[in-house]
């Protein structure tokens, strides 16, 4: 029994060890988002550092509110931004409906591409969060961005995403919207299968 717990600890061990460890590979110039999810990231972006926000998707259940976090890491070029998220369900009574959208293969992968208009000044919680992330860092905002979200959804648990921030104060672009308006969680529980 202590040979076991031995083991269990020196693998917990190692696995925090591989996770630490950088997720920016330079000989292939990506940026892993989540496991296989990975992007460009271009030459001149620094990482601004990270910060966790939560989200709130939709869900039919009354009263219940499975407030959800984004674990997101910024990266910065002058006023343009890339924004690497995580979402992974954090209450294993609930799990993400799939995506809906347009498909697009980049960077290797699968994603949905949705493109929207975003106001530093004038918009969600949510994104604001971000926007004042950065600019606590000491970094410029524009007045308007055009933003490239792309996501997928990895098992029934976790969304990957990253979101392209480019100054752009009048693209004609949708604003955009709440996480309620692009994920749903679903109960999961033996009558749902």
């Given amino acids: 029994m202590r040979r076991i717990s031995k083991l269990c600890i020196i693998f917990t061990v190692l696995l925090a060890v591989a996770a630490c460890g950088s997720r ?21 972006y620094k990482d601004l550092g990270g910060l966790g926000v939560s989200v709130l998707p939709k869900y ?40 809906l959208g ?44 055009k933003m490239e979200m792309y996501d997928r959804l990895i098992g029934r648990r976790t969304v990957a995403r990253v979101l392209v921030l480019t100054p752009d104060a009048v693209s004609g672009n949708p604003p955009a919207p709440e996480a309620k308006e692009l994920y749903t969680l679903e109960r999961d529980d033996f009558r749902n299968r």
């Avoid at 920016?24 to 990231?41: A, C, D, I, R």
């Avoid at 959800?68 to 995580?86: K, P, R």
């Fill in 102 to 145: 347009t498909g697009v293969s980049k960077w290797g992968s699968s994603w949905r591409l949705n493109t929207f208009q975003v106001d530093p000044n004038n918009t969600s919680v949510e994104y604001r969060r971000y926007f004042e992330f950065i600019k606590s860092k000491g970094h410029p905002l524009a007045s308007g961005y």
């Fill in 24 to 44: 920016y590979n330079p000989q292939t110039g990506k940026y892993t988002v989540f496991g296989t999810s990975k992007f460009e990231l271009p030459q001149g």
């Fill in 60 to 99: 039919f259940e009354s009263g219940a509110y499975p407030y959800q976090t984004f674990n997101t890491t910024v990266f910065g070029e002058g006023e343009a931004y890339i924004l690497s998220q995580v979402m992974q369900v954090s209450n294993s009574r609930y799990y993400l409906r799939p995506l």
